[in-house]
């Protein structure tokens, strides 16, 4: 088994010792995806976790007859933790967007994983924390942001730093999904991305969005928090 058709590249279990993985890695059954294909269908029963030692995976539900994106799975990270933990069925469904590897573990090897090895545990206590921020924070936009704000503050979100250390989104997603995260539609994301860059908010360049006052964006969304 090579390198990236192992555990040991996923975050969470890099305190355990080779064995240790190595026996995870024989637990586990490993799939090859393709761009398109689901992984995950919504309300899916099972109690399994999925990781992802390659490629990349998005988390969508329905909502008012359409999909929106709630975030993407990369490399090194996993999915299915709260369906592991409650026995509950899955509330979202998982699409595979390039060519993915993924391993599936029974929740109770998982759970006793847990129990044997406090910093796994942790790494998941730290993991569902920050999922409950990403999702209050996108709970708050939703509720006292327009479609305007909630754009911009997605395009912070999928910056990285570029030319004179302005974000730069790159590539830059389709109008159409940018719409499905920030739970709006294409239209009024072209409409909001032709204003924005009239007014000099943003550039939009071949293969990328600069935002160019970064700085003034950043301080627009902090006030929007404030209200």
């Not at 555990?7 to 586990?28: G, K, N, Y």
């Amino acid at each position: 088994m090579s390198r990236v058709e192992s555990l040991a590249t996923i975050p969470i279990f890099r305190s355990l010792p080779d064995q240790a993985v190595a026996e995870l890695d024989r637990a586990c059954i490993w799939r090859s995806v393709d761009p398109g294909a689901w992984v995950l269908d919504y309300k899916a029963a099972g109690q399994e976790l999925y990781f992802v030692p390659r490629g990349h995976l998005r988390v969508v539900v329905p909502a008012a007859g359409r999909d929106i994106i709630l975030r993407d799975l990369r490399d090194g990270d996993f999915f299915g933790e709260l369906a592991a933990i409650d026995g509950r069925e899955g509330s979202a469904g998982i699409m595979a967007v390039t060519s993915s590897i993924v391993a599936r573990l029974a929740a109770p090897r998982f759970t006793d994983l847990l129990h044997q090895h406090a910093e796994v545990c942790d790494y998941l206590l730290r993991h569902l924390a920050g999922q409950v921020r990403l999702l209050a924070n996108k709970i708050n936009e939703q509720s006292t942001m327009n479609v305007r704000e909630r754009l911009l503050a997605e395009l912070l979100r999928l910056s990285t730093g570029g030319v004179s250390s302005m974000p730069v989104v790159s590539p830059p997603p389709t109008h159409a999904e940018l719409g499905a995260r920030i739970g709006s539609n294409r239209e009024a994301v072209t409409r909001e991305l032709n204003i924005m860059t009239r007014q000099g908010l943003i550039e939009r360049r071949r293969g990328a969005i600069v935002l160019v006052k970064s700085d003034y964006i950043r301080a627009l969304l902090d006030a929007c928090a404030e209200l």
